[in-house]
């Protein structure tokens, strides 16, 4: 019993020495005292303006107006931070003894620096110059614990640290980075060989984000090394999680694993672009003190598609320098070219026309760098390509897109293709197509499933514009193309050309047509086709830009001297809704002048049997062969082109 009175008395004795020394010190020598502890353990100035008064609850400490701590000596931003107002809870008998033992700190509205200087020194590094820990990758704390306790910073201890309405800022070689306002923060760490817990909420981008960390041994983190780390975030529709070592160098190395119900929202809490639909994504993650990322074992699920992904990126210089390579077994994607829909007056593109929506193509200034992709099947808004093998090659805001195997259509493609947006969008693409299917292809393009045959053909194009509808308007280009033996289904032109709509397939023994396209006209004056009793030529023009056309079409019977027959078709107005009208005048011109301006009956009645034709009454040979032909060759052309 004497002992447990004497225990009790020592107790009593302790605490009311430690009540009468904080009444006999003044607040401005407790906040001196922590001061020159802070200054001596850390190289940096500690100071109070204002008021310090003496904080009894919860915990004995200060209270202060206006507090800042000091920056790096070789820093010009200013003091590492700065509150309006702080609340220091210390235990005084361990600052007596020499230690800071920081019971809790509380700053309000607090101003924080974090910044890297151009030869990697970071202001964070408070080891008053003696030295800092390897920052070499080391196990994580529990199993081989740091030996900082020979270090100046094993004598200060912070069990709490809560930051309110707080203000951080990343600067990086004098530039500012990142700047985070209306942050929270709460850091409890009961021990110096304890984990620390970290919970952070903030909202840089609208939406609040919520981290909740744990760090394995902080004061090897403070000294410079790594430690284990877990981390997890949550956000507007989805959460993000690391397990793995992390130092302040930066440096990291362990796994990162996202998944989101809704990505577009997640995203954009964070600051980025959205994906509309469930996310999904995780990969081994290594950042270097050196500034080298590396992914391994990469997986991306977006946008209904799963892809793997490796990457090395160098993060170094003005862009990020990367290597990477992108595989997947199915991409599927909506079409971005197709032509816009009709919107209000004052807004967007017209009826019919392309869309005059500025192109953002920002992201070819963000990376240099080579991207290998390889796809086995790939479905853009309904035209399916197969086995596809290419590379993406990006310096100083100009990527070249090479494609070394394509399968398309039952044939193949390849060639290049550029994007430069150095100064202004400006594109160009050389593409060569071997033997592409004519049904599979004009089916998926024009919804024209009448053409079959096998087809080699070859285009280059150059433009440039910030729009679509500018770059359609601005193309230029050459190209051809030749179609070996094929046919052509529900209509046979020999016979429609002799009167008879009946139907049939036409055969063709080849099709061949170049063309050149200046300022978004395509022009065309030789495409022939090739048939046993037939022939057919086109000339004329698209207009790529305006979507219109201007095109004259002539079938002819052959006979033993030359064409005993020609039907030219004109066909003009909108790719929508063209006017097809047969050029009667030319017809009668090229197939019956000589005979018209002789007129002779036997000709008339060749004529007439030819096209099994009877005259109505008042009415004329010419006029009943104008009517004939003008009627037929609609009603064939139509079908030719898929109409009824």
Known sequence: MKVIRGILAAVVLLAVAAVVLVVALPGEKIAKLAADQVKAQTGRQLAFEGEVGISWFPVLGVRTEAVTFANAAWSEQGPMFQAESAVIGVDVMAAIGGDIRIKTVELVAPDVILEVAQDGRANWELDAGRGAASAEPTEPAAEAPTSGASSALSRITL???VLSEARVRYVENGALVQDVAGLA????WPQVTAPAQLSVTAAPFGEEIAVEATVADPLRLLQGGNTRVSLA???????AGFEGQFGLAPEASGRLEVEASDGAAFLAALGAGGIDGPLAASGDVTLTRERLFSLRGGSLEAL???VTLQADVDLNGVRPKVAAQVATRRLQLASSAQPAEATSAGGGAETGGWSKDPIDASALNFVDGTISF???????????FGKTRATVEIENARAVATISEMAAFGGTVQGTFVANNRNGLSVRGD??????????FLSATADIDRFTGSADARGTFLSSGNTLDALMNAMSGEGNLSVGRGTIDGIDLDRLLRGDVTGGTTVFDNMAASWTIS?????????VMGLPRLAATGAGTVGLGLQTIDYLFTPQVRGQDGPALMVPVKIRGSWHNPSIVPDLEAAIKSGFQ?????IEDSVKEAVEGELGLQAGEGQSTEDAIKDKLENEAKKGLLNLLGGN
Do not use: F, H, W, Y
Request: negative net charge; glycine residues 14%.
């Open 594 to 598: 000589a005979d018209l301006d002789a």
């Open 233 to 239: 975030l949550d956000a507007a529709g989805g959460r």
């Open 304 to 306: 209904g598609n799963a």
């Open 159 to 161: 069990e709490r640290l």
């Open 519 to 527: 300022e978004g006209v395509l022009s065309n004056q030789d495409l």
């Open 431 to 440: 593409l060569t197509a071997a033997q592409i299917g004519l049904k599979p």
């Open 374 to 384: 390889a796809a086995e099947e790939m479905d853009l808004g309904g035209i399916v």
């Open 185 to 188: 923060l709460e850091l409890r």
